[in-house]
């Protein structure tokens, strides 16, 4: 019984071109840094740009190697293959999908006023709205039953 031919980890050719543009354009960058650096006009910042690109072409790898073991245990997880010589590993906790109730403050609830004043207020507030309403509807020529919507 021969196991299904899996592609190998390092044939991505696209993939392994595009680390390597990546991380010679990072060190060319810090190289042209640290030129400018050390030039009559360079700065403290041209140095910090020096530092900083080489670091930027390692993450290019390290992402590409983590790129890697996670295809390469995705698929180990898929097929169930596993290596004779790595022992067998508990499976991974599954994370939760949903925050838990009761997990989380409750939203505070607005206080209901029952205040009299604030009342009659509100209700003056709502007629002068109708009002308002009804003067633009005869103002633009339309009858108020027009407007009214139809239940049925």
Same mark, same amino acid.
């Given at each position: 019984?021969?196991?299904?031919?899996?592609?190998?980890?390092?044939?991505?050719?696209?993939? %392994? *071109?595009?680390? %390597?543009?990546?991380?010679?354009?990072?060190?060319?960058?810090?190289?042209?840094?640290?030129? !400018?650096?050390?030039?009559?006009?360079?700065?403290?910042?041209?140095?910090?740009? *020096?530092?900083?690109?080489?670091?930027?072409?390692?993450?290019?790898?390290? *992402?590409?190697?983590?790129?890697?073991?996670?295809? !390469?245990? *995705?698929?180990?997880?898929?097929?169930?293959?596993?290596?004779?010589?790595?022992?067998?590993?508990?499976?991974?906790?599954?994370?939760?999908?949903?925050?838990?109730?009761?997990?989380?403050?409750? !939203?505070?609830?607005?206080?209901?006023?029952?205040?009299?004043?604030?009342?009659?207020?509100?209700?003056?507030?709502?007629?002068?709205?109708? /009002?308002?309403?009804?003067?633009?509807?005869? /103002?633009?020529?339309?009858?108020? !039953?027009?407007?009214?919507?139809?239940?049925?």
């Amino acid at each position: 019984m021969s196991a299904s031919p899996r592609r190998s980890a390092h044939n991505r050719p696209a993939l %392994i *071109a595009l680390v %390597i543009v990546a991380a010679l354009g990072c060190l060319a960058l810090a190289w042209w840094q640290w030129e !400018r650096f050390e030039s009559s006009s360079g700065t403290g910042q041209n140095l910090g740009y *020096a530092l900083q690109w080489p670091l930027f072409a390692a993450f290019a790898v390290f *992402a590409y190697f983590r790129f890697v073991r996670l295809e !390469r245990e *995705a698929h180990e997880d898929e097929s169930g293959e596993q290596s004779a010589d790595k022992p067998r590993r508990a499976p991974k906790a599954v994370a939760p999908r949903e925050i838990p109730a009761g997990l989380l403050p409750e !939203r505070p609830k607005a206080v209901r006023d029952e205040d009299p004043v604030l009342a009659d207020y509100n209700r003056y507030l709502a007629a002068l709205h109708a /009002e308002d309403i009804d003067v633009q509807v005869r /103002e633009a020529g339309l009858r108020v !039953r027009d407007t009214e919507r139809s239940a049925g």
